[in-house]
T-cell receptor, first 115, second 111 residues
Framework: ETGVTQSPTHLIKTRGQQVTLRCSSQ?????VSWYQQALGQGPQFIFQ???????GRGNFPPRFSGLQFPNYSSELNVNALELDDSALYLC??????????????FGNGTRLTVT | DQQVKQNSPSLSVQEGRISILNCDYT??????FLWYKKYPAEGPTFLIS?????DKNEDGRFTVFLNKSAKHLSLHIVPSQPGDSAVYFC??????????FGAGTRLTVKP
């Protein structure tokens, strides 16, 4: 069973730039969620994708956007980077939200630093 | 809007003793509760979960208790082992919607 994989592991960007983070979901999972974890805090929900459509969104501005592909992999795009965007970005896959409650399975994250 | 709270940032216990991690929530609509463990440089790993229709769920050394009237969740680890040292997050969701996480508790188990 292949787990959730994220790339890159680390990234340094300059304020105002754009970044794309990538995620491959665990086999058999067709729902992908993205979380932001700032230092000393718990993961904060950004959005979720199911069947290639956004299926729920947290309190993040529109410059945070995403995509899900037919193979269930996903991208997180952040435009006009700000210093406060520096964080660990976590991708998690799960079984469909329309089914019974199921846990999220996380990747190891991408550490983004904005200077 | 902090709907899930872990008020203890850290906990230290002796190997072999019980570790009790606590979590409070405010949203009575939550129907699914989970605990995750996180080691440095790794993503959170699912540990154990409980549905709101139950008040206890056990898996080996780990037991989760749910007190719905108090909106309180706890994780018991017995006996604690040095390998259990990690940051523990509690989380909650309703109808498989977005999962809300607490800020985490760093558990240190001393040999």
């Amino acid at each position: 069973e292949t787990g959730v994989t994220q790339s890159p592991t680390h990234l340094i960007k300059t304020r105002g730039q754009q970044v794309t983070l990538r995620c491959s979901s665990q086999s058999g999972h067709n729902t992908v969620s993205w979380y932001q974890q700032a230092l000393g805090q718990g993961p904060q929900f950004i959005f979720q994708y199911y069947r290639e459509e956004e299926n729920g969104r947290g309190n993040f501005p529109p410059r945070f956007s995403g995509l899900q592909f037919p193979n269930y992999s996903s991208e997180l795009n952040v435009n006009a980077l700000e210093l406060d965007d520096s964080a660990l970005y976590l991708c998690a896959s799960s079984l469909p939200r329309t089914g019974p409650n199921s846990p999220l399975h996380f990747g190891n994250g991408t550490r983004l630093t904005v200077t | 809007d902090q709907q899930v709270k872990q008020n203890s940032p850290s906990l230290s216990v002796q190997e072999g003793r019980i570790s009790i991690l606590n979590c409070d929530y405010t949203n009575s609509m939550f129907d699914y509760f989970l605990w995750y463990k996180k080691y440095p440089a790794e993503g959170p790993t699912f540990l154990i979960s409980i549905s709101s229709i139950k008040d206890k769920n056990e898996d080996g050394r780990f037991t989760v208790f749910l007190n719905k009237s108090a909106k309180h969740l706890s994780l018991h680890i017995v006996p604690s082992q040095p390998g259990d040292s990690a940051v523990y997050f509690c989380a909650a969701s309703f109808s498989n919607n977005d999962m809300r996480f607490g800020a985490g508790t760093r558990l240190t188990v001393k040999p």
